[in-house]
């Protein structure tokens, strides 16, 4: 299977939800299914597997030969997916992500418990999972332990950026380190250095750190400064705390700088790849997986490189915001054939092309050799990519909101905080007020 734009078009919907229009975002051109022209039925004994992920990530005909099933193919849409688990008649898999909505989904009994199937597999075997796995599972009050409901497809330390060396030094600026990590304030200064402004408009952007929308990376700096955005049962935030506050007040100052994409001016192209690749983004705050969209252009992938994850404190903190991956609803009609397709996709001919693409770190142990290193921008990442993996961490995320919801209101406060001046103190309250309001129906509905 060819492995175009998997990962990179989820980053580029997942920015297209996170705003504060979701609704309408979410629904345009989604709603329809479509698939390989069957008309989605099941003739005779034949199955019908419904898969809802974006288009990309699967070889419909390379998926139907192998598994000797129909598929239907669904737009990843939230607001669909919502309303079909309501209505108890869901997708057969569905595409999602395991560090931020593993806990929502399966603390509301809408997720299949996987353990039986992995236990019994040849294919997918737990000794072989990366640790990354276990963000897809829940014990029913943390994230970590307990069944496993999903699997990563691969995943990356979503705070690591990409930088453009021709960039850097026509603005007469040192690399970063391959080793050391910046501090999240040399980050910002290196983007006010690198942007490029004509009458009064951004040409080049110097970086960009919203490619995963925003609570995420708020989460992360919180983090590095020592801190959690979450309190320990994860029913609310405080952005009021001295580390959040911290990290607030760099984002506001990112933001203020017009520097990057934000939730004040969005970039056109919907995501970094194009702006980057056409010259008109100097760093993007993109983890290893997006050396696979740079593999794709020799020149590009030329005076590209791989930075570690800026730091906003002493707690060495790269963290994954997505492991991207599969989960099977409670309610599926097929879940035998769901597992099969997981066998494939995990870990047979497409997990393989992804693994030697570069879209990311393979989930399974074994395919970990297969990650590219022949040229190199490869060999360079690589490196780059395996010190990073002796700093990495999980972040929990709460059951009681999605994070739509949360970058939602970020994407509602922030714009009008900056126009006005509003310090980062009133807008930690206002953020605090609109979130846990959030999280408490959310905790309210769980009981």
Same mark, same amino acid.
């Given at each position: ?9 989820d ?8 705003? =504060?229009?979701?609704?309408? =975002? ?20 034949s ?33 669909k ?47 072989? @999972? ?87 990376? @708020?989460? =992360? ?102 492991a ?5 609803p ?23 092309g ?19 290193q ?20 999980v972040l ?52």
């Amino acid at each position: 299977m060819s492995v175009p734009t998997t990962e990179s078009l989820d980053r580029r919907r997942f920015l297209t939800l996170s705003g =504060a229009a979701l609704g309408a =975002a979410a629904l345009s051109g989604c709603a329809a299914s479509v698939d390989d022209g069957s008309g989605g039925s099941s003739k005779g004994d034949s199955t019908t597997l419904t898969v809802m992920c974006e288009k990309d990530d699967i070889d419909i005909k390379a998926a139907q030969q192998a598994l000797g099933v129909k598929i239907r193919f669904l737009q990843k849409d939230p607001t669909k997916l919502n309303a079909m688990l309501a209505a108890k008649t869901p997708p057969d898999v569905v595409r999602g992500f395991g560090a931020t909505e593993a806990p929502y989904f399966a603390a509301r009994k809408l997720m299949t418990d996987l353990d039986p199937y992995f236990a019994k597999s040849t294919v997918l075997k737990p000794a072989d @999972l990366d640790p990354v796995n276990d963000l897809w599972r829940y014990d029913g009050s943390k994230q970590g332990a307990g069944p496993r409901y999903g699997m990563a497809k691969d995943y990356s330390q979503d705070q690591m950026f990409w930088y453009r060396t021709d960039l850097f030094e026509a603005a007469k600026l040192e690399l970063p380190s391959d080793t050391e990590p910046l501090s999240s304030e040399e980050w910002l200064d290196l983007g006010k250095r690198l942007v490029k402004r004509r009458l009064g408009k951004v040409k080049v952007y110097g970086m960009n750190i919203t490619g995963l929308g925003s609570f995420s990376p @708020l989460m =992360a700096m919180t983090a590095s400064a020592g801190g959690s955005l979450f309190t320990e049962d994860l029913t609310s935030v405080d952005f009021s705390s001295p580390e959040a506050l911290k990290a607030l007040q760099w984002y506001l100052d990112y933001t203020k700088a017009d520097i990057g994409p934000s939730v004040v001016n969005p970039n056109p192209d919907g995501w970094d790849w194009p702006t980057y690749q056409a010259g008109r983004m100097a760093m993007a705050g993109d983890g290893y997986w997006f050396g696979g969209a740079i593999g794709g252009d020799p020149k590009v992938a030329e005076v590209s490189r791989l930075a570690p994850a800026p730091q906003l404190g002493n707690s060495r903190v790269s963290t994954c915001f997505s492991a991207t991956g599969f989960w099977i609803p409670t309610e599926a009609k097929n879940k035998d054939a769901a597992w099969k397709f997981f066998e494939w996709f995990f870990g047979k001919e497409p997990a393989e092309g992804r693994a030697a693409a570069g879209w990311g770190i393979p989930t399974l142990k074994s395919l970990r050799p297969k990650m590219p290193q022949g040229k190199p921008y490869q060999k360079q990442a690589f490196k780059v990519q395996e010190e990073e993996l002796t700093h990495f961490s999980v972040l929990p995320f709460t059951p009681y909101a999605q994070l739509t919801s949360l970058d939602g209101v970020i994407s509602k406060v922030v714009p009008g905080a900056v126009k006005s001046g509003t310090s980062a103190g009133k807008v930690a309250d206002e953020l605090n007020k609109q979130m846990n309001d959030l999280l408490a129906k959310g905790k309210e509905v769980l009981g």
